[in-house]
């Protein structure tokens, strides 16, 4: 599987942007995929997933009600629709796809839970 993110920007505080994630390969394989973000001087941190078998989704505190994650029905692009952007939103944007292991609702905001993971799109907040 490869991952290829798109969707990244400037914008103002308040706005919206959605970040697309478009997978190839064996895409029947992927059992999740998760939003992660880094910001600089920080250590990478977990946005928003969902799950493949049930289309349970998990999401960062800091980002509940602000962001939905979404996937089509080929599972070839899982969105992130980000809203109500705050400067503490800038970072770069990964995502991440579970290919090898079932994950439970618990461990999908683990990192260790993907095995394939995308460049980054940057995200910057900023007035």
């Known amino acids: 599987v490869q991952l290829q993110a798109s969707g990244g920007g400037l914008l103002q505080p308040g706005g919206s942007l959605r970040l697309s994630c478009t997978s190839s390969?064996?895409?029947?394989?992927?059992?999740?995929m998760g939003w992660f973000r880094q910001a600089p001087g920080k250590e990478r941190e977990f946005v928003a997933a969902?799950?493949?078998?049930?289309?349970?989704?998990s999401y960062t505190d800091s980002v509940k009600g602000r962001f939905t994650i979404s996937r089509d029905n080929a599972w070839s692009t899982v969105s992130l629709q980000m809203s109500s952007l705050k400067p503490e939103d800038t970072a770069v944007y990964y995502c991440?796809?579970?290919?090898?292991?079932?994950?439970?609702?618990?461990?999908?905001?683990?990192?260790?839970?993907?095995?394939?993971w995308g460049q980054g799109t940057q995200v910057t907040v900023s007035s």
């Open positions: 969902i799950r493949r078998s049930d289309k349970q989704t």
């Open positions: 390969g064996r895409t029947s394989s992927i059992s999740a």
């Open positions: 991440a796809a579970a290919t090898r292991v079932r994950p439970i609702l618990s461990t999908l905001g683990l990192s260790t839970t993907y095995d394939t």
